[in-house]
């Protein structure tokens, strides 16, 4: 097992990567001195619970522990007011108090969803994070958590820090191919951003990563959760450095928002955002390459980098101007220098966008 | 004006009480260095609206701010998630983003839901309380935001401290008498908490505090706040001191909750509260005096002080039970000790609530 510290003062807290995590919960719930007075609400989804529910219940309440459960739907549409109000009503009916833990058992939605339940039940009560997904060794890690409102994405949230992630890679072998690649797309952005070297392993080891090697995993999940935590420990409420890993989100997140968060998953939106943001920055001045090389690393790991021809540009630039990252009647863009190494860049015109969107869509072949 | 510092460290803020500061509070706006670039949203209900809202709009506007208003119904209805998120709909837009404020212009209703919105709204945007009763001088306070689940009172909210509070007293002369009595109840419990020559102070001028007497209300409410940011400075995030606070308000959510936040204000239900918490102390052992003090004192503001008989006494255990103050299974209330002086008791017996409930329906009269 990997211990991994994030450092953020006394809301400091440990991830702990390796299998067979689930089935020790209760002795981490223990020894991190969790009320066992107050009962735990877990919360996961339709495709996980079958999977892993009775694992985690078990081990809790062979430590001691009484468990509510919540199974919502898989996917980003419970990621909705309405089923933060069932959840809500669950953790109320179930009798939890001021101590007791929300786990968040699952991928990034599951996280979101439960850890801003954990940021606002009572006004605040400790969260636990048992992340199922690749793509959650981002949103794991950060303190992150929010709903989506229908007109855009992530708009009512908190940052809460959880008292521990317990990330246990055996359950990534149940993943379906789709999703192990957008979740790796994740990982190739904490390289891109910051760690020229990891951004070359992981194309060393793109074969590996998309047959879920374990070893492989292992250190790519470790290094990714790393980049982000020392982000996330400079500037935990994102106030600046922080949006670097926002790379390919500002027409990732539009990209989503417009195909009504059922179209393209997560990993697969901030991809062609990833690959628009290094097109923009040549557009800009520097080297093709840039360019060329982010789609090749892309590539690898068979994301997508081209802009679908369907998707509206109007609607595009509409979904951006309600994203948070948009500032003072300005547009934030996180934009390459080179691989590795970001700036964040806010005078990016319009006009700017709408190139990029058109020759992204050239780079769709024709069917 | 008198100003007031609530400190907090890095979170500290000042509260102004004075006339005429509504129709400054772009000034205000401009020393505290509020974004002139993103647009405020101004939550108000329709009560207030026609007195306030466009006094404040006008002078925000002519310091050069942008403003969206949403105008809620007035009454404790309005702290629903349903509410929260049209609010939400509103900010988004009018184009908020993460460096604009959201003011609430009004009483604890709209300070809870408005409050809630900007700890909420993007992970949490500037708040600014502008208060127009007196009830909110307890609740515009210590940053506790909250709206309702239908099941139990503030289950789901945050702490989010204020930039600033602008009290301006002359919104208080056009409050329905029975709003001034609900509100000298959370005053009268400040004093009945913490400062017995404060409670004193009270009985002797209540009838001043009634007439809505400037310089009475000037003090009391300065008074009122002191007593209340100093207990929120030595516990922000209510992990001890902070629930004494809490005097009366056990039982009064229990009312407030099983009269569907319509048939009591929240005032009243309090004052049922401290009279019932003062009996509980006396039964335990207390100079039957401290009961007699106490209800003289809230009669002296024509406050409910008997248990009304219709109130099914199951029903109020059970609101009791899904209460925040329900605790690793244990009823948690807030004693008095003396006029002027409280403890925190957590082994009050289920057997000792229905007794008082009892007793207190006999105090009121046979119609």
Redesign the interface.
Known sequence: MRTLQVDLGERSYPIYIGGGLLGKAGEFFENHQL?K??PVLLVTDEHVAPLYLETVESSLQASGYTTVSKVVKAGEKSKS?DV??DV??TA??G?L???SAVVALGGGVVGDLAG?VA??????VPFVQMPTTILAHDSSVGG?V?VN?R??KN?????HQPEMVLYDVDSLQSLPPRDVRAGLSEMVKHGLIWDAEFAAWCREHASELLALDPEALGFGLTQGCAIKAKVVSVDE??QGLRAILNLGHTLGHAIEAIGGYGEFLHGEAISIGMAAAAKLAVNRGRDAALYQETVALLQRFELPTAMPRHLDEEKLIGAM??D?K????QLVFILPVAIGQVEIVSDVALGEVRRVIAELKEEEPHV
Chains 1, 2 share one sequence.
């Open positions: 009320s007075k107050s007011l933060y109000e809500m009503t109320i009916e009798g108090d001021r101590r801003f940021a606002s039940y009572m006004r605040g992150k929010a409102h007109l855009a708009m009512i949230g908190a940052f409420r994102e101007m309600h948070k948009f500032k003072e009647q």
